[in-house]
T-cell receptor, first 110, second 115 residues
Framework: RKEVEQDPGPFNVPEGATVAFNCTYSNSASQSFFWYRQDCRKEPKLLMSVYSSGNEDGRFTAQLNRASQYISLLIRDSKLSDSATYLCVVNGDSSYKLIFGSGTRLLVRP | GAGVSQSPSNKVTEKGKDVELRCDPISGHTALYWYRQSLGQGLEFLIYFQGNSAPDKSGLPSDRFSAERTGGSVSTLTIQRTQQEDSAVYLC?????????????FGNGTRLTVT
């Protein structure tokens, strides 16, 4: 089993739609969780950290479910500019080792 | 302020040659990471530095790969006797580890092509 797993997609949604991605992780001791966004042929950029109680940043909501070992990202009112690959990041067998999922591709169409 | 800087941005080399990739982290960031991303793939963890020390080198794909960091700042990733499968984008990231979540700040990457 991979340390961090994501559905590769693509998720193809119309503008204004709500879309959600899940990411599962294998290490129950993981403490650090993030969502990154990567545009085509660009470097990953932090979208948001994921906190135990869940957190929201504008149209984006992140949740952590420790019991089931997954994190989620919800995007409301999708924009064309949200089209990108969304990377789930979790620390591995040590606090410093940040493991990236292979990403979920989102396409928002007019 | 200045972000993470990587050089060169692109490198084309012949199979069998050695290459050296450079990363200048954000000033004050004690932690530095190297990742590799092949076309259409996710990020593969290579190595992590805390200061000048690399506690975990297990991510390096083979003994042809080595990395060092001097003065707690600049890092170089060296690939000896390059092979075609080494072609990828090599990404460097830095952060200040501490309590709670410490996000990574990435450079633009070095796109390595081995012919």
């Amino acid at each position: 089993r991979k340390e961090v797993e994501q559905d590769p997609g693509p998720f193809n949604v119309p503008e204004g739609a709500t879309v959600a991605f899940n990411c599962t992780y294998s290490n129950s001791a993981s403490q650090s969780f993030f969502w990154y966004r990567q545009d085509c042929r660009k470097e990953p950029k932090l979208l948001m950290s994921v906190y135990s109680s869940g957190n929201e940043d504008g149209r984006f909501t992140a949740q952590l479910n420790r019991a089931s070992q997954y994190i989620s990202l919800l995007i409301r009112d999708s924009k064309l500019s949200d089209s990108a690959t969304y990377l789930c990041v979790v620390n591995g067998d040590s606090s410093y080792k940040l493991i990236f999922g292979s990403g979920t591709r989102l396409l928002v169409r007019p | 302020g200045a972000g993470v800087s990587q050089s060169p941005s692109n490198k084309v080399t012949e199979k069998g040659k050695d290459v050296e990739l450079r990363c200048d982290p954000i000033s004050g960031h004690t932690a530095l990471y190297w990742y590799r991303q092949s076309l259409g793939q996710g990020l593969e963890f290579l190595i992590y530095f805390q200061g000048n020390s690399a506690p975990d080198k297990s991510g390096l794909p083979s003994d042809r790969f080595s990395a060092e960091r001097t003065g707690g700042s600049v890092s170089t990733l060296t690939i000896q006797r390059t092979q075609q499968e080494d072609s990828a984008v090599y990404l460097c990231a830095s952060t200040t580890p501490g309590q709670g979540n410490s996000p990574l700040h990435f450079g633009n990457g070095t796109r390595l092509t081995v012919t």
